[in-house]
């Protein structure tokens, strides 16, 4: 996919500086844009290197951990069919707390970590589970409280003041976010309700996943909390 | 709705302060040593910034180059007419599309928009906006159910692709309330 987008950008440069006869310019611009890259990933050093060092500060001091305390019952509203005390609801805690203060290098070991431990109550294992579908969706809408990289490049262009979008990210992040929940609460009740389609060239594995995904002493416990949210 | 505003511009001001001041301070009290920690976790931050150049330099050429083609101008103008009745600058909509395609690439037609209009005007603080608010889906998608073999995907990218839609909306909405 991104070989595609990249390949598009420069092709279509390509042909809109011959019609619009920039020839010249674009080879400028290929050079300038090179350097702007560099420029900005220097930019970046400073804010990534003070805002890692205060956030190993916070880890070390267990606030991963305390955030993850607090998400918890979020947590067990988001993953009903988890059964309580499994592996995998600690690294889903660990990897939103992660999410939570920017720190996309930790997050993504720990996001692997739990989708494994779901893996392992998953029956279809080609087929995503709806536990699996609800950590996909909080990653890909991600709440961030600080983005540290837009206030680097703000930076680098000299904004005047380079941290007033943290409040506007925040709300949007906290939108999105709420977006992702509603919209995977709204798959998960429709899959329950509807009986599963036959027009798959697999079927039975269709079955396998309408039924409940947590081991079978769980089960009911999930079941019941999952209609409670509708 | 204008005290809303004000919480959004009061975090702006606040929540980093808030944050440096308090994270050491807490750490001091669960006995960490606080600077040498800081010095350990520091020196990860030079790596984490120089590995993002290859990529950054990659996408900037082309964007950068799509700019003085004349690329962009021409489709902005092809957007603007759907857009302009809404008060929606029309420079951010391909932000919108690349966002979840690429990381990198989005980082990088951000940068393009802050470095054309500035940091500080209505579209540079969309932009911002829109970057920092949601993450790559497409991306996130391969990486998290690539790692398990997960090869049908049922719902998960149409949520995360619909969140996206959401973020990017609300992140132009907000920006345009806050920053009147």
Partial sequence: ?230 | MRPLYEWITTISAWLIPFMIVFIPLYAAFKKVPVYETFIEGAKDGFGTAINIIPHLVGMMVAISMFRASGAMDMMASLIRPLFDGLGIPSEVLPLGLLRPLTGAGSLAFTTELIKTYGPDSMIGRIASTIQGSTDTTLYVLTVYFGAVGIRRSKYALKVGLFSDLVGFFAAIVICLLVFE
């Fill in chain 1, 1 to 230: 996919m991104v070989n595609y987008i990249w390949l598009f950008f420069i092709a279509v440069s390509f042909i809109a500086a011959i019609a619009n006869g920039r020839m010249e310019a674009l080879t400028e611009a290929a050079f300038e844009g090179a350097k702007s890259g560099v420029t900005v990933s220097f930019g970046l050093i400073s804010v990534m290197v003070f805002w890692l060092g205060l956030m190993r500060i916070g880890e070390d001091a267990g606030l991963l951990r305390k955030i993850a305390v607090l998400l918890q019952p979020a947590i067990r509203f988001l993953f009903p069919e988890v059964p309580k005390g499994h592996p995998a609801l600690g690294y889903i805690m660990s990897n939103m707390s992660a999410n939570i203060l920017g720190l996309g290098n930790a997050a993504t070991p720990m996001g692997i970590k739990a989708m494994q431990e779901l893996q392992k109550l998953n029956p279809d294992k080609e087929t995503a589970s709806a536990a699996m579908c609800t950590l996909l969706a909080l990653n890909t809408s991600s709440i961030t409280l600080v983005p540290t990289t837009l206030i680097a490049i703000r930076m680098t262009y000299s904004s005047a003041h380079p941290a007033e979008i943290v409040g506007t990210t925040l709300a949007a992040t906290l939108i999105a976010t709420a977006a992702a929940i509603l919209a995977d609460r709204w798959y998960r009740t429709r899959d329950k309700h509807k009986p599963p389609k036959w027009t798959d060239t697999h079927p039975s594995k269709h079955w396998a996943d309408a039924k409940p995904q947590a081991p079978p002493g769980s089960a009911a416990g999930g079941q019941g909390k999952g209609e409670a949210v509708v």
